[in-house]
Every structure is written in C-alpha cells, then in structure tokens.
C-alpha cells in the first residue's frame, strides 16, 4: 500500500477508534492491527500528530503500578473525521467507477 494513503488511514483509523473510547497505545495498536498491518513503533508518531494538532487529548492513570497514557478524541478530532469521510466517501466514488465493470472505453 502506498505510503501517504496508509499515513491518511492510520489518522482515520485512530480517530475513529477514538470516537468510539477512550484509549491506550497498546490496546489502539492491537485493534488497528485488526484491519490494517501497524506497530507501535509507527502509531506513536500518529498520535503524537493528532495530538498535537489537537485532534486528541491525553491524560495519565496508574495502571499495576505504572502511569498510562490515555487518548481521548476533541471536537476538533470529531470534526477531522467527519471531514476525513467525507474524502473517502467522494475517494470510494472514484474508485467504484474505475472497478465497474462492462463500461466500455
């Protein structure tokens, strides 16, 4: 897969997810892995991003013994994912007509 689409759906996906929960790194990165082939190594950049472009907030809990970062989604994050799919809808549009079959060239 082409690397600037993957970075585009690791921000949908992750925004999505957190539309969804309140999470963490790791449980983020088990579920992308789910659909999408990711580490962890190359999800913190993501949400080190929408963090900083205030897409996302953090908070820290102890957990057995440890502070855990959390993320949680901000109405600017609501707002990029809404925006984000509607792209992709427009994207799957494009990509329906090029799959069709029967259209003659």
Known sequence: MD????????DACVLKLLAKETS????????MQR???VSESSLYPVLRRLE????????????NGRMRKYYSITPDGRRKLQDVKADWQEALEVINFVLEEG???
């Open 3 to 10: 690397a600037q689409i993957k970075k585009g759906l690791l």
């Open 24 to 31: 963490y790194g790791y449980a983020i990165t088990a579920e």
């Open 35 to 37: 659909v999408l082939e």
């Open 52 to 63: 900083q472009s205030g897409c996302c907030a953090t908070f820290q809990r102890p957990h």
């Open 103 to 105: 259209v003659s060239a």
